[in-house]
């Protein structure tokens, strides 16, 4: 070969090597993009981290406490977790009024770390005199069986207080105080790009600490006889808890500190005008009026309760045959670190399907497969109850028994509907909060979020009592819950639509400006 054609044939593989580099760096986000989405992403992987561990341990303290079960957590959400929302909410309207929202941000984030670790080191090992057994006790005896699920509440207070704030967790620093601050500084057209993707390094969250669940169950058999194994497993759950609370909180510093006084990632100008302009105070019941009076708000909040009640209907049912098939706390602790790291799993899955459905087809579409998935795997679950005569050949078949194919499918249906929740429904939800102005971004999404999720699980929970007390027990009320549960997702698809239309026409008003 001569000379020429090899620096002719070197030419060319560095022209390829070149080409090839540049389409990489073509699809990578630009510099001040990274700058403020990798932080954020930091900052959505510490927040979920938490909250599958405070869910999968809430449920275990709760479920499994002494004369208790899944027949409670109903009454939990709708007279505990609701009344401490609605609360929430208008402690949350006054702080915004007095204050920044980066204060805001510490105000709220910093008491729930600090409850968590006093409860693994302080609270917890008391249990044996902070709990009123004896005086429950005497009360059972005086009133009818039907109390036992809100005795059981009073039995295991401090259980009952960790399951409500580690729900408030989801709702007030997930939904409202993070993608509140997301919202401030995203673009809509940085939200179409990424929001489907920030779930792809939170939802790895899911995988790491589901594996540290289960890492931690595994770890109690270890113990000396006579060491309470639970106590320590707590010690170790809720310092990770803190250690990633410090990590967001630090993150959280580092962009109030470099990216949001850096003009290249957001608009400084349009920042400090925002500040600069006098906050409207309302009282609270002005601002639930105001928040009433707006279709947008109100078909919002129609997704999120939608959802809440629909998760419920079939959750409850399923945590109950998951008690009955693992009735050690040990042995469920470590099946919900395994579901955890399948829903981080096939949650990643659903991001890049994700950011295609909003690509190809838009919000409209991306809304509506949420309540698809809820309904479809919903209506499968509640079929093996309602045909009995088909379950057992079929567990037969699979190798297992008719419990066990009953927690599967539900497990199933759990992923799912999970994981099309991170990767679709909330950043549709998130998206549509962008075009609105200031009052209803912060009022609207507390009142949005923070009431109308819990507000959503209560309703379920409301549904399922009404009818425990109507037909006797919750696998007798099954076939009604089934048709309930096809209206809701009837309701969640007309507010979508109606969404749909509205959320475009704000875009376009936004663009003409």
Same mark, same amino acid.
């Given at each position: 070969?001569?000379?020429?054609?090899?620096?002719?044939?070197?030419? =060319?593989?560095?022209?390829?090597?070149?080409?090839?580099?540049?389409? $990489? +760096?073509?699809?990578?986000?630009?510099?001040?993009?990274?700058?403020?989405?990798?932080?954020?992403?930091?900052?959505?992987?510490?927040?979920?981290?938490?909250? !599958?561990?405070? %869910?999968? !341990?809430?449920?275990?303290?709760? $479920?499994?406490?002494?004369?208790?079960?899944?027949?409670?957590?109903?009454?939990?959400?709708?007279?505990?977790?609701?009344?401490?929302?609605?609360?929430?909410?208008?402690?949350?309207?006054?702080?915004?009024? %007095?204050?920044?929202?980066?204060?805001?941000?510490?105000?709220?984030?910093?008491?729930?770390?600090?409850?968590?670790?006093?409860?693994?080191?302080?609270?917890?090992?008391?249990?044996? @005199?902070?709990?009123?057994?004896?005086?429950?006790?005497?009360?059972?005896?005086?009133?009818?069986?039907?109390?036992?699920?809100?005795?059981?509440?009073?039995?295991?207070?401090?259980?009952?207080?960790?399951?409500?704030?580690?729900?408030?967790?989801?709702?007030?620093?997930?939904?409202?105080?993070? @993608?509140?601050?997301?919202?401030?500084?995203? /673009?809509?057209?940085?939200?179409?790009?990424?929001?489907?993707?920030?779930?792809?390094?939170?939802?790895?969250?899911?995988?790491?600490?589901?594996?540290?669940?289960?890492?931690?169950?595994?770890?109690?058999?270890?113990?000396?006889?006579?060491?309470?194994?639970?106590?320590?497993?707590?010690?170790?759950?809720?310092?990770?808890?803190?250690?990633?609370?410090?990590?967001?909180?630090? /993150?959280?510093?580092?962009?109030?500190?470099?990216?949001?006084?850096?003009?290249?990632?957001?608009?400084?100008?349009?920042?400090?005008?925002?500040?600069?302009?006098?906050?409207? %105070?309302?009282?609270?019941?002005?601002?639930? +009026?105001?928040?009433?009076?707006?279709?947008?708000?109100?078909?919002? *909040?129609?997704?999120?309760?939608?959802?809440?009640?629909?998760?419920?209907?079939?959750?409850?049912?399923?945590?109950?045959?998951?008690?009955?098939?693992? #009735?050690?706390?040990?042995?469920?602790?470590?099946?919900?670190?395994?579901?955890?790291?399948?829903?981080?799993?096939?949650?990643?899955?659903?991001?890049?399907?994700?950011? +295609?459905?909003?690509?190809?087809?838009?919000?409209?579409?991306?809304?509506?497969?949420? #309540?698809?998935?809820?309904? =479809?795997?919903?209506?499968?679950?509640?079929?093996? !109850?309602?045909?009995?005569?088909?379950?057992?050949?079929? *567990? /037969?078949?699979?190798?297992?028994?008719?419990?066990?194919?009953?927690?599967?499918?539900?497990?199933?249906?759990?992923?799912?509907?999970?994981?099309?929740?991170?990767?679709?429904?909330?950043?549709?939800?998130?998206?549509?909060?962008? #075009?609105?102005?200031?009052?209803?971004?912060?009022?609207?999404?507390?009142?949005?979020?923070?009431?109308?999720? #819990?507000?959503?699980?209560?309703?379920?929970?409301?549904?399922?009592?009404?009818?425990?007390?109507?037909?006797?027990?919750?696998?007798? *009320? !099954?076939?009604?819950?089934?048709? $309930?549960?096809?209206?809701?997702?009837?309701? @969640?698809?007309?507010?979508?639509?109606?969404?749909?239309?509205?959320?475009?026409?704000?875009?376009?008003?936004?663009?003409?400006?």
């Amino acid at each position: 070969m001569s000379l020429g054609s090899s620096l002719h044939a070197s030419d =060319v593989i560095e022209s390829d090597k070149s080409g090839f580099l540049q389409k $990489i +760096k073509s699809k990578l986000p630009p510099k001040n993009e990274i700058k403020k989405l990798l932080p954020l992403g930091i900052m959505f992987f510490c927040i979920l981290f938490n909250y !599958t561990i405070l %869910r999968d !341990t809430k449920d275990v303290l709760m $479920i499994t406490a002494p004369k208790s079960g899944a027949e409670v957590i109903p009454f939990i959400k709708t007279y505990v977790n609701l009344p401490t929302a609605i609360l929430f909410t208008i402690l949350y309207g006054k702080t915004t009024d %007095r204050f920044e929202q980066k204060h805001v941000f510490y105000i709220f984030t910093v008491p729930f770390l600090l409850f968590f670790a006093a409860f693994a080191w302080t609270i917890y090992p008391n249990v044996g @005199w902070l709990h009123p057994h004896g005086l429950v006790d005497s009360l059972a005896t005086m009133l009818p069986a039907g109390f036992s699920a809100p005795l059981a509440i009073v039995r295991n207070w401090s259980f009952a207080v960790f399951y409500t704030l580690a729900e408030m967790w989801g709702s007030v620093v997930v939904s409202l105080l993070f @993608w509140g601050f997301a919202n401030e500084v995203t /673009t809509v057209d940085e939200a179409k790009k990424y929001y489907p993707l920030f779930g792809m390094g939170a939802n790895v969250a899911l995988i790491f600490s589901g594996q540290y669940v289960k890492w931690v169950s595994k770890m109690r058999g270890s113990l000396p006889p006579g060491v309470d194994a639970w106590g320590v497993s707590l010690k170790y759950l809720m310092g990770g808890v803190c250690a990633s609370g410090l990590a967001l909180i630090g /993150t959280f510093k580092y962009m109030q500190d470099n990216v949001l006084t850096d003009p290249n990632c957001v608009d400084v100008n349009k920042r400090a005008a925002a500040k600069k302009k006098k906050k409207v %105070r309302m009282s609270t019941g002005e601002s639930f +009026k105001f928040l009433l009076n707006s279709k947008y708000i109100r078909d919002l *909040a129609t997704l999120v309760i939608g959802y809440g009640m629909c998760i419920n209907i079939v959750e409850v049912s399923w945590k109950a045959k998951l008690k009955a098939a693992f #009735p050690d706390p040990n042995a469920y602790s470590s099946f919900m670190g395994n579901f955890s790291s399948a829903t981080g799993a096939a949650t990643l899955v659903m991001m890049l399907l994700g950011r +295609k459905i909003f690509r190809k087809f838009g919000w409209g579409v991306a809304a509506l497969v949420t #309540p698809s998935m809820i309904g =479809v795997t919903g209506i499968a679950f509640f079929a093996l !109850t309602l045909f009995p005569g088909i379950v057992g050949p079929l *567990a /037969t078949a699979f190798g297992t028994s008719p419990l066990m194919l009953a927690v599967i499918v539900g497990a199933i249906q759990n992923i799912m509907s999970k994981s099309s929740k991170y990767s679709l429904f909330d950043p549709c939800k998130e998206m549509a909060y962008i #075009p609105l102005d200031q009052e209803s971004k912060t009022k609207g999404k507390a009142a949005v979020d923070v009431i109308g999720n #819990p507000m959503g699980k209560s309703g379920g929970a409301l549904i399922q009592q009404a009818l425990i007390f109507a037909v006797g027990s919750l696998a007798a *009320a !099954t076939p009604y819950l089934a048709v $309930i549960l096809g209206g809701l997702v009837f309701l @969640w698809f007309r507010a979508a639509n109606s969404l749909s239309v509205q959320f475009e026409a704000a875009m376009k008003k936004e663009s003409a400006e």
